[in-house]
């Protein structure tokens, strides 16, 4: 079932949390709210969920309007960032929970926890309570007593955010394939790009509760809307050098990169622009190599399956990834090539994509 926003609005006295937002999650989407903290994602989520009241607009469910009902009765599950589950019940009781206030026969509930747990791998956990579980543990009770319910949509708040970095990408897979399972449509919230990348169908991009972009993960990172999606995508972030376009290339305080007619084309009505790379994009070389960005390393990161470069770049550092071991010694001068296919071009007043590579 489709959940649809309509100029949708959130006010706090004079400040607006989301302002006139229109998007929609497809029957059987996962649509992921990407942003920073305090850009409008989970109040979002909990106005659709009934948490919050709207100041303006329409939710759907499906083909109805949701707005004045109560949450109860919105046919939508929500799981917290925080798990909520009741530190009194059992982990079969927390499961069961939903059935029994809809007062479901004890002997459908069994057989319904009994499914659930097993999709999650809870079975033998269901006489423990709450705190005898890892944090792992209580994040599955907490999907296995929203599924439980059959709802028409799934609504997940940063679910994963209180997890330590490999539970967190363990999880993160097991959401992936119970999505897949399901086939319900899900609402995901969070402020991490890989689980919006990894996760989504579609990314909605939110900043100060207005929409930037909306599209797929590798639309979003190759063909960015603006200068903030494209740096709020991808690890590390873009990098961002200010110049302007003469003749045939970029010209910006560290030096010249060369560019396509299309991009020259595209930067030529706007003066001042901003260039952008990927710091898997760009290369390094001599520092006086033509066509180069002079740069001076000042740190470098062995990651094992890469190197992470630091640069200071006059007042402003950028990234370059390089393959492992690659020799950048603190100190030394070092040249960045990026090749025109590779170059963003940002409109510096508005933030605005002129062109992305060669596109």
Request: with cysteine; aromatic share 4%; proline share 7%.
């Amino acid at each position: 079932m489709n959940i649809r926003l309509e100029n949708v609005v959130k006010r706090y006295g004079w400040t607006t949390a989301v302002d006139h937002l229109t998007l929609e999650a497809r029957d059987g989407e996962m649509l992921v709210l990407l942003g920073p903290s305090g850009c409008g994602k989970s109040t979002t989520l909990r106005l659709v969920a009934g948490l919050e009241e709207l100041s303006d607009g329409t939710i759907y469910v499906g083909d109805a309007a949701v707005n004045h009902l109560p949450p109860q009765a919105r046919d939508v599950a929500m799981v917290f960032q925080n798990y909520a589950l009741y530190p009194h019940m059992t982990v079969a009781e927390n499961i069961a929970y939903p059935l029994c206030v809809r007062k479901k026969p004890p002997a459908e509930i069994a057989i319904e926890v009994r499914r659930v747990a097993a999709m999650l791998g809870l079975e033998p956990l269901l006489e423990r309570r709450p705190r005898a579980l890892s944090g792992g543990e209580r994040q599955r009770v907490a999907l296995a007593r929203a599924i439980v319910r059959h709802p028409a949509a799934f609504l997940m708040d940063e679910p994963l955010s209180n997890l330590d970095a490999n539970l967190r990408l363990q999880m993160r897979g097991e959401l992936k394939r119970l999505q897949q399972q399901l086939g319900t449509t899900t609402l995901y919230v969070t402020h991490d790009h890989a689980e919006a990348m990894t996760l989504g169908h579609r990314i909605a991009v939110l900043r100060d509760g207005c929409l930037q972009q909306l599209g797929t993960p590798m639309d979003l990172y190759r063909r960015p809307a603006n200068r903030f999606v494209a740096g709020f995508l991808g690890s590390p972030p873009m990098n961002f050098v200010a110049g302007e376009v003469v003749d045939a290339a970029f010209h910006c305080r560290p030096g010249k990169l060369p560019l396509t007619p299309s991009q020259r084309e595209a930067a030529a009505a706007a003066g001042a622009v901003v260039l952008g790379f990927r710091p898997q994009a760009a290369a390094l070389t001599a520092p006086d190599a033509p066509g180069a960005l002079r740069a001076v390393v000042y740190v470098t990161e062995e990651m094992g399956s890469e190197s992470v470069v630091v640069l200071s770049c006059g007042e402003e550092k950028h990234t370059v990834v390089t393959p492992p071991g690659a020799r950048a010694v603190c100190g030394e001068a070092v040249g960045v090539r990026v090749a025109p296919a590779d170059v963003h071009l940002f409109d510096a007043a508005s933030g605005k994509t002129l062109i992305s590579g060669e596109g």
